[in-house]
């Protein structure tokens, strides 16, 4: 069991920089691959970034390519996303989810824990 709570989230201008966090808590985060998705208001969830369990292989939608890092500190229980050049598309709800799957899994329904999300607003 894995419990994830995200932050970092807020409202930022477009081309601005925005860092956002998931804490992990419970059993095995290191053995686990992880993802960030995003929902914006009355679209499809969508795939993000992830990352495999050692933190040497990640993996990027192709909306988010160049712009955005995703990392991970195994020993603080901790994933990050770093996103850079944001745009106004890029309003959404960001949870990052956890699965025993492959890393480069971008569909959401194979992800077994999720945290509660965490709004991102970038303005015009």
């Known amino acids: 069991q894995v419990q994830l709570v995200e932050s970092g989230g807020g409202l930022v201008q477009a081309g601005g920089s925005l860092r956002l966090s998931c804490a992990a808590s419970?059993?095995?985060?290191?053995?686990?691959?992880m993802a960030w998705f995003r929902q914006a208001s009355g679209k499809e969830r969508e795939f993000v970034a992830s990352?495999?369990?050692?933190?040497?292989?990640?993996y990027y939608g192709d909306s988010v390519k160049g712009r955005f890092t995703i990392s991970r500190d195994n020993a603080k229980n901790t994933m990050y996303l770093q996103m850079n050049s944001l745009k106004p598309e890029d309003t959404a709800v960001y949870s990052c989810?956890?699965?025993?799957?492959?890393?480069?899994?971008?569909?959401?329904?194979?992800?077994?824990?999720w945290g509660q999300g965490t709004q991102v607003t970038v303005s015009s």
């Open positions: 989810a956890a699965t025993t799957t492959g890393y480069r899994n971008v569909e959401w329904s194979t992800y077994s824990y």
């Open positions: 419970g059993r095995n985060f290191g053995m686990h691959n």
């Open positions: 990352i495999n369990w050692n933190g040497l292989n990640t």
